[in-house]
């Protein structure tokens, strides 16, 4: 039985770890509210991508730090990652097979998916929302998915992530 080494497991770090810092990077009020799911939009290609590498727990862990360094709820974040990856690793023979379009598509209906899991345990909180905002970094994140998909494929094939 011929077991094939993965290696790569440094790019994928990285590109949390970009993902993260983008999350977190100061902008002005008015951009921010329109700023992608940066981690949401690396899972989603790491489990489409690598789906026996990046899974579940991966982005429970993922989740946890991005909760962190939000300073909110702890698991909220991590709940709604893990969500996220399920579906995306269920579907993902699926998902590489569309035109990036149609991805975009699919990454919006799962961002919204998070973001509708954030919006209940706000509610559950008794944390107020901007409904009228609240929705806009799905859209983000939709017209955001061709740039992450191109640059993670990139990377992916230039270090020969497997």
């Given at each position: 039985?011929?077991?094939?080494?993965?290696?790569?497991?440094e790019v994928i770090i990285f590109s949390f770890i970009v993902a993260l810092?983008?999350?977190?990077?100061?902008?002005?009020?008015?951009?921010?509210?329109?700023?992608p799911e940066w981690v949401t939009l690396v899972l989603i290609y790491w489990c489409?991508?690598?789906p026996n590498r990046v899974g579940v727990i991966s982005a429970w862990i993922i989740g946890l730090?991005?909760?962190v360094l939000r300073v909110g709820l702890l698991g909220q974040n991590a709940l709604a990652l893990c969500i996220i990856a399920y579906i995306t690793l269920k579907l993902y023979q699926r998902l590489r097979v569309f035109p990036l379009w149609q991805q975009a598509l699919s990454v919006f209906v799962l961002v919204a998916l998070s973001q509708m899991l954030h919006l209940w345990v706000k509610g559950i909180t008794g944390q107020?929302?901007?409904l009228m905002t609240y929705w806009l970094p799905s859209l983000s994140s939709m017209v955001a998915w061709p740039l992450v998909f191109i640059?993670?494929?990139a990377l992916r094939r230039k270090?020969?992530?497997s």
């Open positions: 039985m011929i077991h094939k080494k993965a290696h790569g497991i810092a983008l999350t977190v990077f100061p902008l002005p009020d008015w951009l921010a509210v329109v700023r489409m991508a690598l730090m991005l909760d107020s929302i901007d640059t993670l494929r270090f020969k992530v």
